[in-house]
């Protein structure tokens, strides 16, 4: 008989993740055969967060180290051939002239468009990690860095979908919003399935849009979660108490240090839902 006093353990604590035949595939997510809803992915996600925190937070800072190089490299290449300046008064004090701001103004384009480029195999390895933690796999710090063999056809992809879905937000915001769900599954198609860049674009279009609106809401309670998250900053930014503002921006670091990697696990374990996972890296 059990110990009536003993406190009942939450299911949450435990280590969960679906079995593997419950799991989508490729064709299957195109087709729209597949099991998702928003509450049991975000309550698994937050049980497969324990014990994942420390591995996706050190992947993370490699990013951002490697990021912040590339970023680096890419404004002095621009600056020393010459598409990047960096705008200051001309000899008698005027301000530079239209002409030179369309080459600062080109410059930054050039620098953000190389960016996008090189660190695309990056955003990738994030993806992956989620993806490899909802599937069971082995997913170390340097999964960040596995992708860039992958280079070309995610580089395409990255600066197409950032195109396009920019032009969408700026026309129109619906369209905009549909084109970035729709195709949030690309990248992880290209990393994981080996798909190519066109392939991998009509395939997530062709398998999110069945259930559009849940992954959506996925998405946007991770979003909210996110936010609501910093409003103790704002709360003692606005009050004018820097005991309030300190405590904001402390809640706001621990805070994070768990809802990064949830909402990384999450749109890991949306992948999974829809397109399963065949460790082909």
Not at 109 to 135: E, W
Not at 256 to 280: D, H, L, M, Q
């Amino acid at each position: 008989m059990g110990d009536i006093y003993q406190a009942p353990s939450a299911e949450l604590e435990q280590e969960y993740i679906a079995p593997e035949g419950q799991w989508s595939t490729l064709e299957k997510g195109i087709r729209g055969e597949y099991h998702l809803k928003a509450g049991e992915v975000l309550s698994e996600a937050w049980a497969l967060t324990k014990g994942a925190k420390l591995k996706i937070h050190l992947g993370l800072l490699i990013y951002f180290l490697v990021y912040i190089l590339i970023s680096f490299v890419a404004q002095f290449a621009t600056v020393a051939v010459g598409l990047a300046a960096t705008p200051g008064l001309g000899a008698d004090g005027t301000p530079p002239d239209m002409a030179a701001l369309g080459a600062i103004m080109a410059g930054a384009i050039v620098v953000t468009l190389i960016v996008v480029v090189l660190t695309s195999p990056l955003v990738a390895g994030l993806q992956m990690m989620g993806v490899r933690r909802a599937a069971g796999a082995e997913f170390p710090p340097t999964t960040v860095l596995q992708y860039f063999g992958r280079i070309l056809p995610l580089a395409v992809v990255s600066l197409v979908l950032v195109i396009v879905i920019y032009i969408g937000f700026i026309l129109l915001i619906i369209p905009g919003l549909f084109l970035a769900i729709a195709t949030s599954m690309t990248i992880p198609l290209i990393a994981e399935k080996q798909l190519g860049a066109w392939r991998a674009v009509l395939s997530s279009i062709k398998a999110v849009t069945k259930k559009w609106f849940t992954v959506f809401g996925i998405f946007f309670l991770l979003g909210l979660i996110n936010i609501a998250v910093v409003i103790p900053i704002f709360i003692g930014t606005f009050s004018g108490s820097m005991a309030l503002l300190g405590f904001g921006v402390l809640f706001c670091l621990v805070a994070y240090f768990w809802t990064i990697p949830f909402s990384i696990i999450a749109f890991g374990t949306t992948y999974r839902n829809i397109f399963g996972y065949e460790n082909k890296q």
